[in-house]
């Protein structure tokens, strides 16, 4: 065989898609891409199953309450915990309060933690880069994707919770931290507000899985790299030692969405944390963009 034919024979090895590769950007594109990846979040059976196991909580806690409302163990536990009993709206507020030290940052972790490096790890990822949509745009799909079922998540929790309430305890007046109380439509104004709160302190660990996502294509290294900066985090904030980094910390601001329970809300505490993950979205989002808009992908 002569050298031509053999350098014809031998397999050439793939490119790496890089942003001057993709074609021309069409306007249809992007809003095709963002429907695509908003149904495969959302009917994943994997999402499916973390958001049923999610509103499993406070269906499962309801239960746990009632029963121990008839064997007459009401009013103990934690405040929020003890006073789902008298008012169902507080089943809303103890399932976040359960939920937001590990369950909902595990399962953030897993959906952000996946966004990029599953589709690396599965083969997709070139083929979405030949798509007529510039890198950081596709980088914008994935993070609005992941903050989709980081919402989703969040409101899991609170639909089943209100329902579950409402249907064991019923609902009514809204009895405040300080015992005042507030007529029914104003409390679930107030809890409304700790939904919101509880969503948008997810934020910041969206950013953070989307950043370690873009590093690997190992999705489970993503995904526990983010879970483990959450309970770093957690951990940090428990030490006196260290008390000057608490107020920067992910987790620090987490469960300040009791000042929505207090008589008049504070906004500088509630702004503050929202500051605060508004700060690690344009870190880590910033990172995000740096290594997934310049990095070569051969997968």
Not at 47 to 69: D, H, I, K, S, T
């Amino acid at each position: 065989m002569s050298p031509v034919e053999t350098a014809a024979a031998e397999p050439r090895p793939v490119p790496a898609v890089r942003e001057a590769d993709t074609p021309s950007r069409h306007p249809g594109a992007l809003g095709r891409l963002v429907r695509s990846e908003l149904r495969l979040v959302l009917r994943r059976r994997r999402n499916v199953v973390l958001l049923v196991g999610l509103a499993f909580v406070p269906l499962l806690l309801g239960v746990v309450l009632r029963l121990a409302q008839d064997a007459g163990l009401a009013g103990q536990g934690p405040p929020f915990v003890a006073s789902v009993t008298g008012n169902g709206l507080f089943l809303v507020v103890a399932s976040l309060f359960l939920c937001t030290p590990f369950l909902l940052p595990l399962t953030i972790g897993i959906a952000s933690g996946d966004a990029i490096a599953g589709e690396a790890s599965a083969g997709t990822l070139r083929y979405l880069l030949v798509v007529p949509v510039a890198r950081g745009r596709l980088l914008a799909v994935k993070a609005l994707g992941a903050l989709t079922f980081a919402a989703a998540a969040v409101l899991a929790i609170a639909v089943v919770g209100l329902v579950t309430g409402a249907v064991l305890f019923g609902v009514g007046d809204l009895t405040l931290l300080s015992g005042d109380t507030v007529p029914l439509g104003e409390g679930v104004l107030r809890v409304a507000g700790v939904v919101a709160y509880v969503g948008l302190s997810m934020t910041g660990l969206v950013a953070v899985g989307l950043f370690f996502s873009t590093l690997t294509e190992v999705p489970v290294g993503a995904m526990a790299a983010t879970v483990v900066v959450a309970v770093v985090s957690s951990v940090l904030d428990q030490l006196p030692q260290v008390a000057v980094i608490h107020p920067a910390l992910l987790t620090h601001h987490w469960f300040d969405f009791a000042e929505m329970l207090r008589i008049v809300p504070s906004v500088d505490v509630l702004a503050q944390g929202l500051a605060v993950q508004a700060g690690w979205v344009v870190v880590f989002g910033a990172l995000a963009w740096a290594r997934f808009t310049t990095a070569d992908v051969t997968s």
